[in-house]
């Protein structure tokens, strides 16, 4: 304070955090934070309060709003386009496992989930198809076995006839008694083809598959296979090699191929001792060879030529589950791609052996 000048003289206009200035007494109570100074010989007391800078609280609460909203849209994105479309999608997949295959599929344009729906609509029709050729199958499978039934019943009433008049002494010459026994055996040769024809009719339809034959690489057929086993081998720890591919073109169809080898390499792993699975190759004439070769071979000598054969199981397979089809269905594909397979025990090893055509 300038000498000569009073504490009256003060103007607390320009002084916004003094609120009071008075005459110091050393008994007088303030509520107020306070300085005491000298002016000109005598104590005073400046009562004054603090002045907050409150922008960084404005600024901390501006970034912690926008945070909130841009949450709050983002949690109604994923609504909107995540987690609303996947319930959709839940009730779409319940209905076809129900069967319901003529559920109608909503557009989606979603770019997470329009081409999902797109395949699974793709799916769903291909579903259906099968449903309606299956239904058609079956009506068909079931018209021809009762007609079968009914022609049998021609040459059964015929023994039973030759029988009956057999038994009676009816026929008194021997020529006649060897003209009926020739015509019961003629009679029972016809049931019989009857029969094989009802047997085959009841074991087609699960063998009316789509063969697309054609020319593909080798290569991509190993490459489907290893992509599909290596990883799926280290989770079993079983080795899993295959052999380097001298490439070449084969003939069949690469879908049905793929199915042929999984089906071998699944037996390996269901039936082998689970050490090491071994894929090999080999040349003969116009053919191109690949060999599936398991350890722990547990299948007796006697049982491998009936493998191939429908509905036929192993004596090693009691605790394994299966149908006994699957080396069927590998057989009937391979020949209808001009193909074979064949299997052979060596010691402990198990092999199967896929036959391509080279073109």
């Known amino acids: 304070m300038k000498s000569g000048k009073s504490v009256q003289d003060i103007s607390l206009d320009k002084y916004k955090s003094i609120v009071r200035i008075s005459e110091f007494k050393a008994n007088q109570f303030c509520n107020n934070d306070y300085r005491v100074e000298e002016v000109n010989g005598l104590l005073y007391r400046f009562e004054y309060t603090q002045i907050k800078n409150t922008r960084p609280i404005w600024v901390v609460n501006g970034i912690l709003a926008t945070f909130f909203l841009s949450t709050v849209v983002i949690v109604v994105y994923i609504g909107k386009k995540v987690i609303y479309p996947f319930h959709s999608m839940n009730y779409l997949v319940e209905e076809l496992a129900k069967g319901n295959l003529s559920v109608p599929i909503k557009e989606e344009k979603s770019k997470f989930f329009g081409r999902f729906l797109w395949s699974v609509d793709m799916l769903r029709e291909k579903l259906e198809q099968d449903k309606l050729r299956e239904m058609e199958f079956v009506k068909e499978k079931k ?210 052996t896929v036959v391509f055509r080279k073109m």
Not at 161 to 180: D, F, H
Not at 190 to 208: G, H, T
Not at 266 to 278: C, D, L, S, V
């Open 143 to 352: 018209t021809l076995i009762l007609s079968l039934s009914h022609d049998i019943k021609t040459p059964l009433a015929t023994i039973d006839l030759y029988t009956k008049a057999l038994l009676q002494n009816l026929y008194s010459t021997e020529e006649k008694r060897l003209e009926v026994v020739k015509g019961i055996e003629k009679n029972a040769e016809d049931i019989k083809k009857y029969v094989n024809e009802i047997s085959k009719a009841s074991r087609e339809d699960f063998l009316r598959f789509e063969i697309d034959n054609k020319e593909f690489y080798l290569s991509e057929l190993m490459k489907a296979i290893e992509k599909y086993y290596t990883e799926k081998m280290i989770n079993n720890f079983t080795k899993f090699i295959i052999d380097k591919v001298d490439d070449c073109l084969i003939y069949g169809d690469l879908d049905r191929s793929i199915e042929v080898l999984q089906n071998i390499i699944e037996n390996a792993i269901k039936y082998g001792g689970g050490e090491k699975i071994h894929i090999t190759f080999a040349d003969e004439e116009e053919c191109k060879l690949v060999t599936v070769t398991n350890t722990g071979c547990s299948l007796p000598n006697e049982e491998l030529n009936h493998i191939f054969d429908s509905f036929y199981r192993g004596s090693n397979s009691e605790k394994v589950k299966g149908s006994g089809l699957g080396l069927y269905i590998c057989k009937e594909i391979l020949h209808r791609m001009d193909g074979d397979i064949f299997a052979k025990i060596s010691g402990n090893n198990f092999k199967v």
